[in-house]
């Protein structure tokens, strides 16, 4: 069992390791074990034991010519694997799962991306034909389900003007907030369909769209109760992990 001296040191240490990493994170160029030390108010041996652990575990490198030290892309890792848990994308993921699973059709999420509606995570569905749109698709946003759920349910105009687009499917619109799903059959692609309903955040505002998308056999411009009624159990499933409770 540590002692109280040897557990302060090792919190330290941890703090010291941190204030590295956020200080060569904020650095523009590679910083030399001098200034290193000076700014963290620390000798440089105790300076180069810390950051020499860094190196061994790739998250600072140093130069060669210069010895100079400076963050790596491990870190950057690090974020992304962060970001995916707490994004829209990361956090629509197992209740699109479920929504594939249930309906077997591909399934896509989106959410704004520079004010555009884009699809930000697509699973492939288990029909023999198979319709995808790509992550990173910026959806039409009158002529897609996407959009038409991020206009009805977010915030429209800002869309609208980054869309270059000038008013609204309001009568559309108010049939897909009362009804909470929309469809768009046919407008992209002859043939193909997508349901989608919105989901929202810890504050009730829209935070983005799930969808399936198949043919308009499969997903008709009526769909059968039990596909909406799938989609929209995702759209909760998805609300409820950003930490809405309405």
Known sequence: MATPALEDDRLESVDLVL??????????????????ARALDITKPRAHRHLRALVLRDYVRQDEDTDR?????????????????????????????????ATGQAVTASTLVAGKVTIVELLHGRTLVEFAVRPGTVMDPRLSAHGLVALAF?????????????????????????????????????????????????DGAWAGTVAIVGSVDAIAAEPDAYLIDAVRAAAADISERLGWRG
Not at 19 to 36: T, V
Not at 74 to 84: C, F, I, N, P, S
Not at 165 to 189: D, H, K, N, S
Not at 195 to 201: I, R, V
């Open 19 to 36: 204030g590295m990493l956020e200080l060569l994170s904020g650095s523009p160029q590679p910083r030399s074990l001098g200034d290193i």
């Open 69 to 101: 030290y400076e963050i790596t892309a491990r870190l950057l890792g690090l974020g992304e694997a962060v970001r995916g848990r707490i994004s829209f994308a990361g956090t629509a993921r197992p209740a699109m799962t479920t929504l594939r699973d």
């Open 154 to 202: 977010g915030p429209g105009k800002q869309i609208l003007g980054e869309a270059g687009l000038a008013g609204a499917p309001e009568t559309e619109l108010a049939a897909v907030r009362a009804q909470g799903w929309a469809t768009a059959p046919g407008r992209i692609v002859t043939g193909v369909n997508a349901l989608a309903a919105p989901a929202f955040g810890h």
